[in-house]
């Protein structure tokens, strides 16, 4: 049986997840990635001092892409305090949604303090790609023995990374610091293997009732 959904809303820091490099142009100077996948990635919730299983749904209608295919920077390992940082960009409407996969194109800015950058990722030196994003909405599924598993709903990628290592699974702030947070709307469920067009619809639902 079915619970009823019971929202909360919670301050959510950006998150990130590792990407790879599927493919490089050298004459474009462009580089196709997949930056996601919808595996499900261990992370720790600092509020409920719990473990769980993050998943990011791929139904199209789930993923903000707007941002990000207009004015997604490729940043230097998620720095972005200087414009030197900005090594490239995302190539406008190229993020999308296709084969059950996320994916989108960077392309690499030609400054001579980029090329060295460039030509490690050619030469397959550099393959890590970590993909930074907010999430507005999980939905949380439970069952007894196993952690919950959250599923994002309603989120959104806004800059891609080159990094040396993959990066840190779980959130960056951890000092309560609301500065750089969303609102993040969780609705929890006692059951499990909904579709994702029916966590997006239920979601839906039960906002409009808050």
């Known amino acids: 049986m079915r619970s009823a959904p019971s929202p909360q809303t919670i301050d ?38 719990t473990r769980y299983l993050e998943k990011l749904s791929l ?19 998620h720095s972005a305090w200087s414009i030197t940082d900005q090594i490239g960009a995302v190539e406008p409407g190229s993020a999308r949604i296709e084969k059950g996969q996320a994916r989108a194109t960077v392309r690499f800015s030609k400054r001579d303090a980029v ?8 030469d397959g030196i550099l393959r890590s790609v970590s993909v930074g994003y907010r999430v507005y909405a999980f939905e949380e599924t439970t069952a007894d023995g196993k952690i919950p598993t959250r599923t994002a709903v309603d989120w959104e990628p ?5 990094v040396p290592m993959p990066a840190d699974t779980g959130a960056k702030v951890r000092d309560g610091d609301k500065a ?11 059951t499990a293997g909904l579709l994702d067009a029916d966590r997006l619809r ?3 639902l039960a906002s409009a009732r808050t």
Not at 115 to 122: K, L
Not at 180 to 190: E, F, G, P, Y
């Open 12 to 49: 959510l820091p950006p998150l990130s997840v590792r990407a790879d490099v599927a493919s490089v142009d050298q004459a474009a100077r462009t580089v196709d990635l997949i930056f996601s996948t919808g595996a499900a990635v261990e992370r720790y919730d600092w509020i409920r001092d």
């Open 59 to 77: 139904d199209p209608k789930a993923v903000r892409l707007e941002r990000l295919n207009t004015a997604g920077p490729l940043l230097d390992a």
């Open 202 to 204: 239920r979601f839906r």
């Open 115 to 122: 090329t060295p950058i460039w030509n490690d990722v050619v």
């Open 158 to 162: 806004y800059e891609v990374s080159l």
């Open 180 to 190: 750089n947070t969303n609102q993040c709307v969780i609705v929890t469920r006692a």
